[in-house]
Structures are given as C-alpha cells and as structure tokens.
T-cell receptor, first 114, second 109 residues
Framework: IAGITQAPTSQILAAGRRMTLRCTQD?????MYWYRQDLGLGLRLIHY???????GKGEVPDGYSVSRANTDDFPLTLASAVPSQTSVYFC?????????????FGPGTRLTVL | GQNIDQPTEMTATEGAIVQINCTYQ??????LFWYQQHAGEAPTFLSY??LDGLEEKGRFSSFLSRSKGYSYLLLKELQMKDSASYLC??????????WGAGTKLIIKP
C-alpha cells in the first residue's frame, strides 16, 4: 500500500441499506477526514479525526458515523442510506503541523443510492 | 459566513499562460492551498501559501495577499494535461479547511 486506499471504488445501494466505506492510510498521518463532493459544490467535510480514538463532526455529518480505532483506518458508515447521499466520497489524511496540515486524498468512492 | 470565490470555468490555449483567481472571506486565516483535480480523480496538492507573496514551483506559481483576501494560481506553458479543475481552499482560525467549488480549466490546441 502506498498512500491512501479506499474501498469500494463504486457502489450502487438500495435506499435504507447500511453501508461502510473503508479508508486506510500507510503514511502514519495523525489526522484523517471524510468529504463528499457533489457537482457544482466544493468539497464538504463530513467527519474528521485528529488522532486515533477521537472524532469530530464536520459541515454535513447527519446520516453518517465514523470510528478511529487505530492510526491507519477511518471507516465511514451510512446507517440507512438515502438518495441524497448519492455522491463521490473522498478520504484524506494529514500530518498535523506539516506544511499547514496539507491533506492527501484517496482515490474516492462513487456511491449511488437508489 | 465563510466563503471562497473562484470562477466556474476558464478556457486557455496550449502554450499560453492562465491566471486563476480566488478570493476568500473566512473567520481567520491560517494558510491557503491550491489543488488540481482531473475528472474522475482525487484532488492532488499543488501549493501552500501562508505569507504574502509568490511561491513558484516549475510551471505553476501561487500568489497570496492576506490584506486583500486574494490569491491566484498562475500556470505557464500550458499543456493539454493541465485540463482539470483547480480548487482553492483556506484554513480558518479553527484550522478547518474551507473549500471553493473549483475552476474548470479547458485547454484548447
């Protein structure tokens, strides 16, 4: 593994189903983030974690939950998916204090909720 | 509220120079980033400015004026592969990253 990986690459999901998007980084960064990106809008922060064992809410946290059991993994769970959660989801990580906390992104997960 | 403004779309010619502007109104300022995002791909880091002035990295340069709440990304000797969206983002006083919607740059031969 080099950098950040996300799985799955894409997914079509029925409304009401539960879904976990996976994110793993091997850079030993202390901070991790989940964003969604929708056409015409900037990246919007869903949840973040400044260090293992802690998480925080971003701009659009409703309907999503996260956990940070260790440094490398930061899964995002949709408890009961709704069509408005159709989006591209990016996971990112940063080393706090390094060049302004520059964030590095995973390849993304394209999620469609029908 | 916090706001990042950048043009939605720009067109330029291969080999030319283009300047993409970004203005921001945020609660505090702790740095400004530019990212490049090709269609269907993840954003990739281009530059970081925290002090006023010009930062040059090869064909790309980024300028910051904190007093004006203004930055620009300058791309020289444009190549077809530079066709992408360019995202401006500002770190506010709480160290949260505020993102602009991005500027789609179209390069024509």
């Amino acid at each position: 593994i080099a950098g950040i990986t996300q799985a799955p690459t894409s997914q079509i999901l029925a409304a009401g189903r539960r879904m976990t998007l996976r994110c793993t980084q091997d850079m030993r960064h202390n901070a991790m983030y989940w964003y969604r990106q929708d056409l015409g809008l900037g990246l919007r922060l869903i949840h973040y974690s400044n260090t293992a064992g802690t998480t925080g809410k971003g701009e659009v946290p409703d309907g999503y939950s996260v956990s940070r059991a260790n440094t490398d993994d930061f899964p995002l769970t949709l408890a009961s998916a709704v069509p408005s959660q159709t989006s591209v989801y990016f996971c990112a990580s940063s080393e706090v204090g390094a060049e302004g906390d520059t964030q590095y992104f995973g390849p993304g997960t394209r999620l469609t909720v029908l | 509220g916090q706001n990042i403004d950048q043009p939605t779309e720009m067109t330029a010619t291969e080999g030319a120079i283009v300047q993409i502007n970004c203005t921001y109104q945020t609660s505090g300022f702790n740095g400004l980033f530019w990212y490049q995002q090709h269609a269907g791909e993840a954003p990739t880091f281009l530059s970081y400015n925290v002090l006023d002035g010009l930062e040059e990295k090869g064909r790309f340069s980024s300028f910051l004026s904190r007093s004006k709440g203004y930055s620009y990304l300058l791309l020289k000797e444009l190549q077809m592969k530079d066709s992408a969206s360019y995202l401006c983002a500002v770190t506010d006083s709480n160290y949260q990253l505020i993102w602009g919607a991005g500027t789609k740059l179209i390069i024509k031969p």
